[in-house]
């Protein structure tokens, strides 16, 4: 028998189904194609869930498409893909667009990728926007996205736009997709304002050619992940990160397109605009840049400019090994101190030119020769080092230049456990091994792979202490085999990263190996929205040895079926799970040693009841809008207390044996903000911590201060004798430290520590007072005016020209209302450029005899730098 035709007979005895989800990977045109097979394929293709007019768009006609149409017979379409044919008529294309829109919305498409080409003033039909079948929405090349009705996609979840309006002019769009998870825009520019948008959390946006010049405004509070192309700013107006304070994840890039620095002022703008975002990534874990945002750094680096520390782990970055973009490397990896993991991808994209940066040093009175100092020297110019890549007889030098970048990594990062360097023709690997008696735990891949060195080395990792596992790099059997070859009796460290799809009975074993060698720190990662209600198995809850457990996942129920015996336990960290009150209670019972607790974003849960816990002694607590967290707290043997909450209420019931406080609040919109807010939530709580004797207020919640003494809540009177306040230098904090410092007659120790914040805009500060009936102008003094607002306060810490008299008198108005205060200390996170910083050092002797106080003023991006006055 011809085995072509047993083949045949075998695929057309498949179920129907199955022949239409083999169809459904064809363009459309082809599908049809089949019906010539045999009678049994005739009608095969008519209830395909997937129609495709894109890939055969050269070929096909408007004619053919509806006749595809009307022969199609499925109740439903999966996926629906279209582009317009190039045989249709310009005039004719929007009937035919909106006949096809229409088809597909009357069979609950859903997913819609629509690739057209159509005139300017073509709007979609109003059923287009009010598709509640809607998945997934591509739409390419539409001038305008103007809806003419109100949008109800109420399943979509993933919408990507390539059109050429402003972020405004979608808002409708936003506001009628409330389950959006993925955003993608091309070619929009504006204020892109996401604070209702609760379930985005991966957004995407690349301004391209768009039509209009203005900069780009982001405010998403709740985006996770955010891939980010930004335009040189045009008019010295650069784009700003306004709120992505749910950022884990970020790549940014800048979208050059003339690759010049012709423009010295624009230039200047590009470095605050880079600085500025980078300041709003202060807590992102993964972070990725582009070669010409490297450049920008550098240049920054050069003059000066402070940069903020980051928390990145994992660092990409798309680069040439050149002098223009090392000093800019450098600067990063130095204020990244905690980063493990670093990619470089060599490239020859199109970026600034040499000659133009030099240009631009001297346009500010640096030498080029003077600036490129002898580490940096010895790396190439960018034609220098394009040549060498793209010229394999060359490829000697390019590998010098790598191993140069790897000893500068190497000499600027300590911390760092793997680094990997690609280009097209080589690809480097250096992870930085740490074996026994590791004070950090070691990447397990990398541990193993020192396997092969020598017959010496072949078993060492066998025994190693700590085993690091990262799933989503490594294959389930890979690591059920390494498992199975590790012989140490004991382990002291175990983290474990990985999803939990299709690896739930995996990760159970994986944990029950760690536990069966008595694990002394287990530390859990899963970070998979995609399977929900994970339960650990009951050997988890009953591990006696475990000291250390820290559990990160929006996956996990913390719902124990078991008794609960952590016999061990000192130290538990909990992010993102979910918990009810019985099983925390069941939790804590089953923890005699506790002494710090970490609740980071756990929802569900209620009442927070500590009183059973005499051992505990720290607690930290992250909530906010929608990881609501417990509204009763209850402990009154804790000694420290950290608190991030929201705008919604947390009672302090009984915390009479804290010590030390750290208070803040997580929001940035007053619109539902009420007076029983102000007196119930903040004042009340200041209440709570009568006996506190060391308290820091983070900028937010002095904000919340101020409004409760502008509409003349009574404040109670504090023991605190060290106070640090955590704000930037701006009007509406004021009248809230002038309350704390009066209501603190202890106070001895005074810290302002100028840090980079989110806080909450004169705009909204501004409507509450006027819905208290209360003018701005009348409740703040005429001294308090003469502090900056919000946004000219983050323009004076982006570019550091505040003036040294600005810092001066915010200092001698906090020494006014304090009368014990014996030293205060100023740490200053930029404001002040070098000039203004020594002014600072001069008027504030007068003000340290003046007052009697001792004065230390730090800038905090300056190491070994203190000026101390008495």
């Not at 198995?537 to 457990?549: A, G």
């Not at 129920?557 to 069941?586: G, H």
Request: charged share 20%; hydrophobic share 40%.
């Amino acid at each position: 028998m011809d085995p072509s035709t047993n083949c045949g007979s075998i695929i057309s005895s498949m179920p129907d189904e199955i022949l239409h989800h083999i169809l459904s990977f064809l363009p459309t045109s082809l599908a049809i194609r089949t019906s010539v097979l045999s009678r049994r394929w005739r009608h095969v293709w008519y209830n395909t869930p997937c129609l495709d007019f894109y890939r055969c768009k050269r070929k096909a006609t408007a004619e053919g498409i509806d006749q595809t149409l009307s022969l199609y017979r499925a109740p439903k379409i999966t996926s629906f893909e279209l582009g317009m044919p190039h045989s249709v008529p310009a005039d004719q294309q929007p009937h035919a667009i909106n006949r096809w829109i229409e088809f597909a919305v009357s069979r609950n498409v859903e997913k819609l990728s629509l690739h057209i080409q159509v005139p300017a003033s073509y709007r979609f039909p109003d059923c287009f926007y009010l598709s509640f079948s809607l998945e997934e929405l591509s739409v390419r090349h539409v001038y305008d996205m103007l809806p003419g009705c109100t949008v109800s996609w109420k399943s979509l979840r993933d919408l990507t736009l390539f059109c050429y309006n402003r972020f405004d002019e979608i808002a409708n769009i936003l506001s009628g997709s409330p389950n959006l998870e993925t955003l993608r825009l091309f070619g929009c520019v504006g204020l892109l304002d996401l604070r209702n948008s609760l379930s985005l959390r991966t957004l995407e946006i690349h301004p391209g050619l768009a039509r209009y010049s203005e900069a780009m405004e982001i405010i998403a509070p709740h985006v996770h992940h955010l891939h980010l192309s930004c335009r040189e700013p045009e008019e010295e107006e650069p784009s700003t990160l306004v709120d992505v304070s749910s950022l884990t994840e970020a790549s940014l890039g800048i979208f050059n397109t003339h690759h010049s620095f012709d423009d010295h002022l624009m230039a200047d703008s590009l470095q605050t605009m880079v600085l500025h975002m980078l300041a709003k990534l202060q807590n992102v874990e993964r972070l990725t840049f582009g070669g010409t945002i490297l450049q920008v750094l550098s240049l920054a680096e050069l003059r000066g400019v402070p940069f903020p520390t980051l928390k990145v782990q994992t660092l990409n970055l798309q680069t040439t090994f050149t002098r223009a973009a090392i000093p800019g490397i450098a600067r990063l990896l130095q204020n990244s101190p905690g980063l493990k993991n670093l990619t470089a991808h060599a490239t020859t994209l199109a970026i600034i030119k040499d000659e133009d940066l030099e240009s631009y040093l001297e346009s500010r009175d640096l030498n080029p020769d003077q600036c490129w100092i002898s580490k940096y020297d010895m790396f190439p110019t960018s034609r220098e080092f394009n040549a060498m890549i793209r010229c394999c007889s060359k490829m000697d030098a390019a590998s010098q230049v790598v191993a140069l970048f790897k000893e500068m990594v190497l000499r600027e990062v300590k911390t760092l456990e793997t680094m990997v360097v690609k280009k097209r023709y080589f690809e480097i690997r250096w992870p930085r091994l740490k074996i026994s008696g590791s004070k950090t735990a070691p990447l397990a891949a990398s541990a193993i792979r020192t396997s092969v060195l020598s017959k010496r080395w072949r078993r060492v990792w066998c025994e190693t202490p700590s085993l690091s596992i990262d799933s989503h790099q490594v294959v389930t059997r890979s690591i059920n085999k390494s498992l199975a070859s590790f012989s140490a009796p004991k382990i002291t460290s175990f983290h474990l990263r990985t999803s939990l799809v299709n690896r739930i009975q995996s990760v159970d074993s994986w944990i029950e190996f760690a536990i069966s060698l008595d694990a002394e720190k287990l530390s859990l990662e899963f970070r998979d929205t995609r399977v929900r209600d994970y339960n650990f198995p009951d050997s988890f809850y009953t591990n006696s040895t475990v000291k250390q457990l820290f559990v990160d996942s929006g996956s996990v129920v913390m719902i124990p079926r078991c008794a609960v015996s952590w016999a061990s336990l000192k130290f538990l960290s909990l992010s993102y799970c979910k918990l009810s009150d019985e099983s925390l209670l069941k939790i804590l019972s089953g923890c005699p040693l506790l002494e710090t607790l970490e609740l980071l974003f756990c929802d569900e849960f209620r009442c927070l009841d500590l009183s059973q816990s005499p051992r505990l002694t720290r607690l930290e607590m992250d909530r906010s809008d929608w990881f609501l967290g417990p509204t009763e707290i209850v402990a009154p043997h804790v000694h420290c207390l950290r608190l991030r909450h929201s705008r919604l209420p947390c009672r302090l019931v009984d915390v009479s044996c804290l010590t030390e406080a750290n208070l803040n609040i997580y929001f940035c919109d007053l619109g539902t903000l009420t007076a029983d807010f102000l007196q119930g939530n903040v004042v009340k709580m200041l209440a709570k911590l009568q006996n506190v004797e060391k308290l820091t207020v983070g900028a937010t919640f002095l904000q919340m201060l101020s409004l409760a003494a502008l509409c003349g809540v009574r404040f109670p009177t504090l023991k605190v004798e060290s106070l640090t306040l955590e704000t930037m230098i701006v009007r509406s904090v004021v009248p809230g430290i002038t309350k704390l410092l009066q209501n603190s007659p202890g106070l001895r120790k005074l810290t302002i520590h100028t840090v980079k914040c989110s806080i909450i805009s004169e705009g909204h500060l501004n409507s509450y007072l006027r819905s208290h009936s209360l003018n701005q102008r009348q409740c703040f003094r005429s001294k308090d005016l003469a502090f900056p607002g919000s946004i000219e306060t983050i323009s004076m810490l982006v570019g550091k020209y505040a003036e040294s008299s600005l810092v001066a008198s915010f200092m001698e108005r906090l020494l006014r209302n304090t009368r014990s205060l014996e030293t205060m200390v100023v740490l200053l996170v930029g404001y002040l450029d070098a000039s203004g910083f020594e002014e600072l050092v001069a008027m504030a002797t007068t003000l340290s005899h003046s007052s009697n106080v001792f004065i230390s003023i730090k800038q905090s991006h300056v190491k070994n730098v203190c000026n101390t006055f008495s």
